[in-house]
């Protein structure tokens, strides 16, 4: 009797929002309110569409994007009621807030020392995981719109690149075979993709921005971008080491609750703040933080310690991570699918994501022992959270006025999101439950 009474509530909420921007008529008479206004509608929408998408035994991330998709689509309803809060600086703001708390948590669940120990096999398989599906993206790029500037196609092999480490690991972990070798490489491998994939975002950010005022990237130039990014996560783990330590002693002797959530909030801004100042996206630095920032270094101040700071981040990203998802979804125009190239180049986009991961199954080596490549190539296709905020940057990047990744770029790009987080969890579990799951030796 209680789960309906809730689902009723929040429609009720839902359907309040509604009445309450039909009746302003969309008009910003009071930001404070209307902002309250919009989050009442993100958040209802995004906890109906993942509870619906995680009862299907989907990740819920797909429910909030889905909600968003639809609330931005009403106005082809003749219903705009929500049209402002596509358009709202607040909303975005806090959009762009909700991201950088998703990379911090991403660097938390990344331990930095199992990554440099790996192995090999992760090491080649992220490598080829990033490079084959760029290129490929690339040329669906021009083969689809030649008449477009190279930096879209640049920026639709960038996006590709992406791998979402959460979605694999929650199907691995359901299916109880974290323990096996086809699962550490493929947890392996997705982490240090991401560090390569936000490395790569980073180059093609910057080159974009500096067509943008005019500039001409040089071969030199592209290669001090290049390692000024390699120099910033570099940097931040070296100096992370040396000085969290001592920020975090000097926090245990502060009285007050909170100490360790403000501490580490404060290392995430700072981080993405400095990241931002060199030319790159903030949330490079907030991953950086992340990923520097281990429990060995507050687990024993007796002020700080009596919770995890993932638990504490919880409730934050729980209110702000949503806002993300829905507004990026709100963003996509399901009115460009009535053009049948469009559908066609979604199509076509997703194979290229499928497959370019699927290649990466090729940098297995065999001194790895027994592993089913097969299953390798199928952990690493999700896009997820990951392929979504690589879109999100391009929405805002433009060179002369002209918009690097248009309306009917970003839906497809949506599209492609969106299938090859569905396709994988069944895909996963149907590999490893043939009678060949135990695999041929790589």
């Given at each position: 009797m209680r789960k309906p009474l809730i689902v009723l509530a929040l429609f009720v909420c839902l359907l309040s929002g509604a009445t309450a921007y039909a009746t302003a008529g969309g008009e910003a008479t009071d930001t404070v309110v209307n902002v309250l206004i919009a989050l009442v509608v993100i958040l209802v929408a995004a906890k109906i569409g993942g509870d619906a998408t995680t009862r299907l035994r989907q990740p819920a991330v797909l429910g909030e994007l889905v909600a968003g998709v639809i609330l931005g689509n009403l106005v082809l309803l003749g219903l705009g009621w929500f049209e402002p809060i596509k358009h709202d600086s607040v909303i975005r703001a806090l959009?762009?807030?909700?991201?950088?708390?998703?990379?911090?948590?991403?660097?938390?669940?990344?331990?930095?020392?199992?990554?440099?120990?790996?192995?090999?096999?992760?090491?080649?398989?992220?490598?080829?995981?990033?490079?084959?599906?760029?290129?490929?993206?690339?040329?669906?790029?021009?083969?689809?719109?030649?008449?477009?500037?190279?930096?879209?196609?640049?920026?639709?092999?960038?996006?590709?690149?992406?791998?979402?480490?959460?979605?694999?690991?929650?199907?691995?972990?359901?299916?109880?075979?974290?323990?096996?070798?086809?699962?550490?490489?493929?947890?392996?491998?997705?982490?240090?993709?991401?560090?390569?994939?936000?490395?790569?975002?980073?180059?093609?950010?910057?080159?974009?921005?500096?067509?943008d005022t005019g500039q001409a990237m040089s071969s030199g130039a592209i290669l001090w971008l290049v390692a000024k990014a390699v120099l910033f996560l570099g940097g931040a783990v070296v100096l992370g080491r040396v000085l969290y330590p001592i920020l975090f002693r000097a926090a245990g002797y502060l009285r007050g609750h909170g100490m360790l959530l403000v501490a580490a909030l404060a290392s995430c801004f700072v981080s993405a703040v400095l990241a931002a100042k060199v030319g790159l996206a903030p949330i490079v630095g907030a991953f950086a933080a992340g990923l520097v920032l281990d429990e060995v270094q507050y687990r024993d101040l007796p002020t700080l310690a009596s919770?995890?700071?993932?638990?504490?981040?919880?409730?934050?990203?729980?209110?702000?991570?949503?806002?993300?998802?829905?507004?990026?979804?709100?963003?996509?125009?399901?009115?460009?699918?009535?053009?049948?190239?469009?559908?066609?180049?979604a199509a076509i986009l997703t194979l290229a994501a499928i497959l370019g991961k699927q290649a990466s199954a090729f940098g297995v080596v065999r001194a790895q022992g027994k592993v089913n490549r097969w299953i390798v190539g199928l952990g690493m296709i999700p896009r997820g959270e990951v392929g979504l905020i690589f879109a999100s940057i391009g929405l805002g990047l433009t060179v002369h006025g002209e918009r690097v990744v248009f309306p009917e770029v970003y839906s497809a790009v949506v599209i492609m999101i969106i299938v090859t987080t569905l396709v994988t969890p069944p895909a996963l579990t149907w590999a490893f439950r043939r009678p060949s799951a135990t695999a041929p030796p790589a």
């Open positions: 959009a762009e807030l909700g991201v950088i708390i998703l990379l911090f948590q991403v660097g938390l669940e990344s331990n930095l020392a199992d990554m440099m120990s790996v192995g090999l096999s992760s090491l080649l398989v992220a490598t080829a995981g990033v490079i084959v599906p760029f290129f490929l993206g690339w040329g669906v790029g021009i083969w689809f719109y030649p008449q477009h500037s190279i930096y879209m196609h640049v920026f639709l092999g960038a996006t590709l690149t992406a791998t979402s480490v959460g979605i694999t690991a929650r199907v691995l972990r359901d299916l109880g075979r974290l323990a096996t070798n086809e699962a550490r490489i493929i947890l392996g491998a997705a982490v240090i993709d991401d560090v390569m994939g936000l490395l790569i975002l980073a180059i093609v950010a910057g080159i974009i921005r500096a067509a919770h995890r700071l993932e638990e504490l981040l919880e409730p934050i990203a729980t209110v702000l991570v949503p806002v993300f998802f829905v507004l990026m979804g709100m963003h996509v125009d399901l009115a460009t699918f009535g053009q049948g190239a469009v559908l066609g180049f």
